[in-house]
């Protein structure tokens, strides 16, 4: 029989590994942590993990066994990504594995779950204020419960393909980084952005939002945009960064976006520490306005 796995990552391993440092076979990365202040060198293995995190009692480990799988698919399409330097290389499936791997990514997070557990507790508040029946106030009084919480979020992860199929159709951009300053990621690495406000009643963090952006940084050196196809639509799908501040700025969406941790292959965090003192926001994070659940919002 096939040994439990407990240490169960919702960041993949796979993904660090192109931000760690290889010693004895083992990946060190280099880990700040913005609610301590701290940082530290540890091995990718005890970072962005919970002991069985997808632990289910419909599927028992079969998540985790499916994400090892998508993980390694993931691994070869990223390093032909970082050695051609030029999306157009990947054939259909290869784009369909690396989107297919993105949604998972930002789904399965512990951020993401925070999320769910957000609007839950928002939802079940509301209901009990406006008064439910007694049978039915038995139903509200767990919508909050831990476990049907991780039910929503595996629900999600089993049921990705509209959203796969919607970041196939957007606007992919790589951005090459050639300064001297290296790209940094964190336990919650996809991170949503739009610079065009929301307009009331909707919201502006679906993936059908106008102006849209997903970020997600491939290692120090690469960074894959998905974007509104109308807005972007005119970029060139690779860009070449000189401008540290271009570095910087997304540094700090993965320090801003990050539920606690931010990992780099270098040990210098200053600008994370100064990024602390001078955004408020970094550490005080309306997850459910920020974020959102509203993926296919039009």
């Not at 960041?11 to 990946?27: C, N």
Request: charged fraction near 30%; glycine fraction near 4%; charge should be negative.
């Amino acid at each position: 029989m096939k040994e439990k796995v407990k240490q169960q990552h919702y960041v993949s391993q796979f993904y660090l590994r192109f931000f760690a440092t290889p010693e004895r076979k083992e990946h060190y990365i280099q880990v700040f942590d913005k609610k301590e202040n701290r940082s530290f060198k540890t091995n990718i293995r005890n970072v962005g993990a919970e002991q069985f995190f997808y632990e289910s009692y419909i599927d028992g480990q079969k998540t985790e066994n499916d994400l090892s799988n998508l993980e390694g698919e993931y691994n070869a399409i990223c390093i032909k990504l970082l050695e051609s330097q030029d999306l157009s290389k990947l054939s259909v499936t290869e784009k369909n594995i690396l989107a297919s791997f993105i949604v998972m990514q930002e789904i399965r997070t512990r951020e993401m779950r925070n999320i769910i557990g957000d609007l839950r507790r928002e939802l079940k508040d509301k209901l009990l204020k406006r008064g439910v029946t007694p049978d039915f106030e038995k139903e509200v009084i767990i919508i909050d419960d831990k476990e049907a919480i991780k039910e929503q979020q595996l629900g999600m992860m089993r049921d990705i393909t509209d959203f796969v199929e919607i970041l196939e159709g957007m606007k992919w951009v790589i951005i090459l980084n050639n300064t001297d300053w290296g790209f940094w990621t964190s336990d919650h690495p996809v991170v949503r952005f739009n610079q065009i406000p929301a307009e009331f009643p909707f919201g502006n963090m679906g993936l059908k939002s106008k102006g849209i952006e997903l970020h997600l940084p491939l290692s120090p050196k690469m960074m894959i945009l998905i974007l509104d196809p109308v807005v972007y639509g005119h970029l060139n799908p690779k860009i070449v960064c000189t401008n540290t501040e271009q570095v910087k700025y997304e540094n700090h969406l993965q320090i801003k976006y990050a539920t606690r941790f931010v990992f780099s292959k270098d040990d210098d965090f200053t600008f994370a520490e100064t990024v602390l003192r001078t955004d408020q926001e970094v550490n005080v994070l309306n997850r459910i306005k920020i974020m959102g659940l509203d993926n296919k919002e039009e």
